[in-house]
């Protein structure tokens, strides 16, 4: 039997502080297993998801200078594709073998855009070599004031040790042809990161799970209060140890049924050893990309270039 052992890391960032988050991403990559194969981390983890988008009140007024101080500390602690700290990153998916799948908040050191951040999603092989670079196709609702507008490019998945593995942020998963476009490159592990895996993310992963007739790793991350940034002032009803994001993560089965429950209000490694076997034993009744998919009807096609 192929056992594939991966894990869930559901811990805060040290948040809108790059070099804090790092920091963090060292202890918790030196605390893991060598046998490990996979590690996943949420929504723009590296360095913080701004789920205060949706909690401070002015956060969509005019020229309102809170929220620009807010977005020029998210940009300083933004990371580079081609920075030293992703290749610090990708250094410790090389020390431990490990491939590292990373939500992070992405900005362009050089050329058009260098005024955006892109909400992104980074595939890491076990050699240290970025293997997929994901960008959020659509922000999500007050998101857009943040994030740029992503693209079809990194709309696949890696393989490593025989295992296929892809991945998509949040909202994504509600999106039929960026599915259907996933399903396509024959994904075995997906990786699904949201901010917090309440019900309503359950059930799309679960879905995902089912359709694609894969594992699913839905991973949400912790944040509390305390960690809105300091120019933005949240209602007085807002207690500093109340939770913005509790976690929930979990590891669904092709089936759609839960292997790893979901895990609430509290930080933690959440590990599991997957048999691969699995896959192939569902896809007998259900392969959306094969006999179950009606290529004589409908016409698919990505546009994979990098706007």
Known sequence: MHLMKVAIAQFAPD???????????DKIMQSLDEDIDLITFGETWLSGYPAWIDHYPDVARWDHEPVKESFLRMHDNAIAVDSDEMKHVQDLAAQKSCTIVIGVNEKVSAGKGQGTIYNSLITINKKGKIANHHRKLMPTFSEKLLYGI????????????NVKIGGLICWEHWMPLTRQSMHNSGEDVHVAVWPTVHEKHQIASRHYAFEGRCY???????MKVSQVPPELQLPESYNEDDFLLNGGSCIIAPNGEFVVEPIFDREELIVA??????ILKERLTLDTSGHYQRNDVFQFEVNKSRS
Request: proline share 3%; glycine share 14%.
């Open 15 to 25: 948040h809108l502080n790059l070099s804090g988050t790092i920091d963090s991403l």
């Open 150 to 161: 992503g693209d079809g490019k990194g709309l696949s998945s890696i393989e490593e040790e």
């Open 216 to 222: 699913v790793l839905a991973v949400g991350q912790i």
């Open 273 to 278: 050893d997957l048999p691969m076997e699995v």
